[in-house]
């Protein structure tokens, strides 16, 4: 069975949040708004996604991910 997948998408911009949110974005993988990456569905990565809900959309991928 394939460990489930997470499609983060930056969806605010950076400028003025603090420093640990902006941290937290980067640790994340995106890099500018309507960035998307896929991560694997770990605590930790639930956690990140915890602390910046208002700057971030994200939903369980679908399994037919192709990453590059």
Excluded: C, F, N, Y
Aim: charged share 30%; hydrophobic share 35%; aromatic share 2%.
């Amino acid at each position: 069975m394939a460990e489930q997948r997470l499609r983060i998408t930056q969806t605010r911009s950076l400028i003025g949040r603090p420093q640990d949110q902006r941290d937290t974005v980067r640790s994340l993988g995106l890099k500018r708004i309507r960035h998307t990456v896929v991560q694997p569905d770990r605590p930790e990565i639930r956690g990140m996604l915890t602390k910046i809900p208002h700057l971030v959309e994200w939903e369980v991928a679908d399994g037919q991910e192709v990453e590059a």
